[in-house]
T-cell receptor, first 113, second 113 residues
Framework: SQKIEQNSEALNIQEGKTATLTCNYT??????LQWYRQDPGRGPVFLLL?????KEKRKERLKVTFDTTLKQSLFHITASQPADSATYLC????????????FGRGTSLIVHP | DTAVSQTPKYLVTQMGNDKSIKCEQN?????MYWYKQDSKKFLKIMFS???????INETVPNRFSPKSPDKAHLNLHINSLELGDSAVYFC????????????FGQGTRLTVV
């Protein structure tokens, strides 16, 4: 069966450092991989999307890599700030109209001032 | 303007009752979803619906049913509520012609007592 794995333990880092979150998957051939941010009591909010033929995508302080051979995506936040503290979810999907984003459990990031 | 809105935000009800959660999107999207997020924060797809097809996660009990009066709305009806139905339910939408992100509502926290 399909599995999407993210670190279940919270990631604690110091302000200013780079946070790196991991998303691994098995038994899946996604066309797209997305990262979302979820704050307590809120719905997930989209951050970045990367396609299977792309190796890397950047947006401001965010960077995503996608390695379809390793079946892994890395999500980086550079110069992290306490306001970056949240749960980060990766989601995989195939292409087409019946695309349904399938989510991992998310990793909690805590940035300490 | 809220892009995807759900009502109510909180719902407390007794076992055996029937309840509905409403979802509306003003983005002009043609595909809508319902997700369930359990106490371990796992976001699990329940239904995917557009004007052509309804895709049901086979693990969802048939006490749950989506109803779409029009393209902007996808309501969730739940019959004979059980304690295990307690969770946060999220509605989401996207435009199926573009493989882009899903937009989520703020969630409905359902507590069955």
């Amino acid at each position: 069966s399909q599995k999407i794995e993210q670190n279940s333990e919270a990631l604690n880092i110091q302000e200013g450092k780079t946070a790196t979150l991991t998303c691994n998957y098995t038994n899946y051939s996604p066309a797209y991989l997305q990262w979302y941010r979820q704050d307590p009591g809120r719905g997930p909010v989209f951050l970045l999307l990367i396609r299977e033929n792309e190796k890397e995508k950047r947006k401001e302080r965010l960077k995503v890599t996608f390695d379809t051979t390793l079946k892994q995506s890395l999500f980086h936040i550079t110069a992290s700030q306490p306001a970056d503290s949240a749960t980060y979810l990766c989601a995989l999907s195939r292409s087409g109209g019946s695309y349904i984003p399938t989510f991992g459990r998310g990793t909690s990031l805590i940035v300490h001032p | 303007d809220t892009a995807v809105s759900q009502t109510p935000k909180y719902l407390v009800t007794q076992m055996g009752n029937d309840k509905s959660i409403k979802c509306e999107q003003n983005l002009g999207h043609d595909t809508m979803y319902w997700y369930k997020q359990d106490s371990k924060k796992f976001l699990k797809i329940m239904f995917s619906y557009n004007n052509k097809e309804l895709i049901i996660n086979e693990t969802v009990p048939n006490r749950f049913s989506p109803k779409s009066p029009d393209k902007a709305h996808l309501n969730l009806h739940i019959n004979s509520l059980e304690l295990g139905d307690s969770a946060v339910y999220f509605c989401a939408s996207r435009r199926s012609s573009m493989n882009t992100e899903a937009f989520f509502g703020q969630g409905t926290r359902l507590t069955v007592v």
